[in-house]
């Protein structure tokens, strides 16, 4: 059985939108999933990943093709309450240029396929293991659970951003409540974060700069990696359903770095037998805490005084078949929206796989989407965005030199199976182009815009 599901890891080649969900979520899942998850259970997946970066001119380009599967286990529930599992995961760059290599032009690094395997040691081809969960979790309730131990992330700002071979997870304690109809109440510490993209487990302070840092205020190379102090993080959390709208309201607070308050509503209002118009609208507000991570400031991650305001909207209509959104998000001149990548994707409603708008003030974005389902196994998406940032000399509100641009996602992604047997295949390609200046320098321009990529992935779940 192994060598079979092994063999069916090497397949293909992509990139997912998808989250391998290993640890019970009894609040997400369906009765019969939960009855399935009592039992013991052996996990595996695997996945095959293909992707290549296509630059303009000159400039180097990428590929790499990686495989991976990942095992794990956990015990029956015990005393009805209590389950304990683990999972861990082998990937092995089976074909790539040279990802250690810097460009000859710009001498800048690879930037996206290198998160395919090891960030830290990219030229390494030998396979690549990694220990993602260690958990104990204990149910109560109808439908309650905390969790204790290494498992997957889930906030808006620290998710599993699973777009490479494997997820991010965190180490720490997380519960769940959900005794009262229509109330969630969500409340976390961790201690821990392994990012995607590497192979070990970090303090918090650790885990801020494992990606490339890029400039201070001062438009010098920023220092925090290595140099950042922080016990923890904390995150609490209230979702509510108030007729056709759900509000969620959350804070992070990252000890000695910074505090993001954030909250989100969503509104679907009725248009028709199996139609409605969707709104939603997103506010965070962030500053910085302590000393920003180190009493010299030119190697604390966030400087004293700092923050930034976020304002997010979307309108949509929605059918059994078609979905459409046309999105907006305005980051204030106010500072910089500072959030680790290494701890996961922008939750705004203008995200496309691919960029992040993490590191900028005074953004404006907008970007529509169409998605089209006209069965259960298949889903197509074509969306398109405009992003107007800060001049790319202007450091003090754009972090990595990034010029204003435009992105195009194009998707198709066929499923079959059911839970907990199904494999899916996804193609994902992405093309940005510039439309801020450059400055006829190619520091700007390599790896950020005037490129497009293709990816695609294989996944199997058993």
Same mark, same amino acid.
């Given at each position: 059985?192994?060598? @079979?599901?092994?063999?069916?890891?090497?397949?293909?080649?992509?990139?997912?939108?998808?989250?391998?969900? /290993? $640890?019970?979520?009894?609040?997400?899942?369906?009765?019969?999933?939960?009855?399935?998850?009592?039992?013991? @259970?052996?996990? !595996?997946?695997?996945?095959?990943?293909?992707?290549?970066?296509?630059?303009?001119?000159?400039?180097?380009?990428?590929?790499?093709?990686? =495989? #991976?599967?990942?095992?794990?286990?956990?015990?029956?529930?015990?005393?009805?309450?209590?389950?304990?599992?683990?999972?861990?995961?082998?990937?092995?760059?089976?074909?790539?240029?040279?990802?250690?290599?810097?460009?000859?032009?710009?001498?800048?690094?690879?930037?996206?396929?290198?998160?395919?395997?090891?960030?830290?040691?990219?030229?390494?081809?030998?396979?690549?293991?990694? &220990?993602?969960?260690?958990?104990?979790? +204990?149910?109560? #309730?109808?439908?309650?659970?905390?969790?204790?131990?290494?498992?997957?992330?889930?906030?808006?700002? !620290?998710?599993?951003?699973?777009?490479?071979?494997?997820?991010?997870?965190?180490?720490?304690?997380?519960?769940?409540?959900?005794?009262?109809?229509?109330?969630? !109440?969500? $409340?976390?510490?961790?201690?821990?974060?392994?990012?995607?993209?590497?192979?070990?487990?970090?303090?918090?302070?650790?885990?801020?700069? &494992?990606?490339?840092?890029?400039?201070?205020?001062?438009?010098? $190379?920023?220092?925090?990696?290595?140099?950042?102090?922080?016990?923890?993080?904390?995150?609490?959390?209230?979702?509510?359903?108030?007729?056709?709208?759900?509000?969620?309201?959350?804070?992070?607070?990252?000890?000695?770095?910074?505090?993001?308050?954030?909250?989100?509503?969503? &509104? %679907?209002?009725?248009?028709?037998?199996?139609?409605?118009?969707?709104?939603?609208?997103?506010?965070?507000?962030?500053?910085?805490?302590?000393? %920003?991570?180190?009493?010299?400031?030119?190697?604390?991650?966030?400087?004293?005084?700092?923050?930034?305001?976020?304002?997010?909207?979307?309108?949509?209509?929605?059918?059994?078949? /078609?979905?459409?959104?046309?999105?907006?998000?305005?980051?204030?001149?106010?500072?910089?929206?500072?959030?680790?990548?290494?701890?996961?994707?922008?939750?705004?409603?203008?995200?496309?796989?691919?960029?992040?708008?993490?590191?900028?003030?005074?953004?404006?974005?907008?970007?529509?989407?169409?998605?089209?389902?006209?069965?259960?196994?298949?889903?197509?998406?074509?969306?398109?965005?405009?992003?107007?940032?800060?001049?790319?000399?202007?450091?003090?509100?754009?972090?990595? #030199?990034?010029?204003? +641009?435009?992105?195009?996602?194009?998707?198709?992604?066929? @499923?079959?199976?059911?839970?907990?047997?199904?494999?899916?295949?996804?193609?994902?390609?992405?093309?940005?182009?510039? =439309?801020?200046?450059? +400055?006829?320098?190619?520091?700007? =321009?390599?790896?950020?815009?005037?490129?497009?990529?293709?990816?695609?992935?294989?996944?199997?779940?058993?």
């Amino acid at each position: 059985m192994i060598g @079979r599901l092994l063999a069916l890891g090497l397949m293909a080649l992509l990139t997912t939108n998808g989250t391998a969900v /290993w $640890a019970n979520q009894p609040d997400t899942l369906t009765a019969k999933q939960q009855r399935w998850l009592g039992r013991e @259970r052996f996990p !595996i997946r695997a996945r095959s990943f293909f992707m290549a970066t296509d630059n303009q001119g000159e400039l180097s380009d990428a590929y790499a093709w990686g =495989v #991976g599967v990942g095992l794990g286990y956990q015990t029956p529930r015990l005393f009805n309450h209590l389950t304990v599992g683990g999972t861990a995961f082998f990937s092995k760059n089976l074909l790539s240029s040279d990802l250690a290599a810097r460009d000859s032009q710009t001498g800048q690094p690879n930037r996206y396929e290198i998160g395919l395997f090891d960030g830290q040691n990219p030229g390494n081809h030998a396979v690549l293991s990694r &220990l993602e969960e260690v958990y104990a979790q +204990y149910v109560f #309730g109808k439908k309650s659970w905390i969790t204790l131990g290494r498992q997957l992330p889930r906030s808006p700002f !620290i998710n599993p951003q699973d777009g490479r071979m494997s997820p991010t997870f965190v180490e720490g304690i997380v519960l769940e409540w959900n005794e009262r109809p229509n109330t969630q !109440i969500h $409340a976390e510490y961790l201690t821990r974060i392994a990012p995607r993209s590497t192979l070990g487990w970090y303090t918090i302070g650790e885990s801020m700069g &494992l990606y490339p840092v890029g400039v201070d205020a001062t438009g010098k $190379a920023s220092q925090y990696a290595g140099n950042t102090q922080s016990a923890g993080i904390t995150q609490l959390a209230i979702t509510q359903k108030v007729g056709k709208v759900v509000l969620q309201l959350w804070d992070t607070h990252v000890q000695n770095i910074f505090n993001m308050t954030y909250t989100r509503a969503d &509104l %679907g209002i009725p248009a028709g037998k199996k139609r409605q118009v969707v709104a939603g609208l997103q506010l965070a507000r962030q500053w910085t805490v302590g000393n %920003g991570g180190n009493d010299e400031s030119a190697k604390a991650y966030d400087q004293p005084g700092n923050r930034s305001l976020i304002f997010s909207g979307r309108v949509g209509y929605q059918t059994t078949r /078609w979905t459409s959104y046309l999105n907006a998000t305005r980051i204030t001149a106010e500072g910089r929206y500072l959030m680790p990548r290494e701890w996961g994707r922008d939750p705004f409603y203008t995200f496309l796989m691919r960029e992040k708008n993490e590191g900028f003030g005074d953004l404006t974005a907008v970007n529509t989407n169409l998605f089209f389902t006209p069965t259960s196994h298949i889903k197509a998406e074509a969306s398109f965005g405009y992003y107007r940032l800060p001049d790319v000399k202007n450091s003090v509100l754009n972090k990595y #030199g990034m010029p204003s +641009y435009t992105q195009t996602n194009l998707s198709f992604t066929y @499923r079959s199976g059911n839970f907990p047997n199904s494999w899916d295949v996804q193609l994902l390609w992405v093309l940005k182009t510039d =439309v801020g200046n450059t +400055y006829d320098n190619n520091r700007y =321009v390599y790896n950020r815009v005037g490129m497009h990529q293709i990816n695609l992935i294989l996944n199997y779940r058993l």
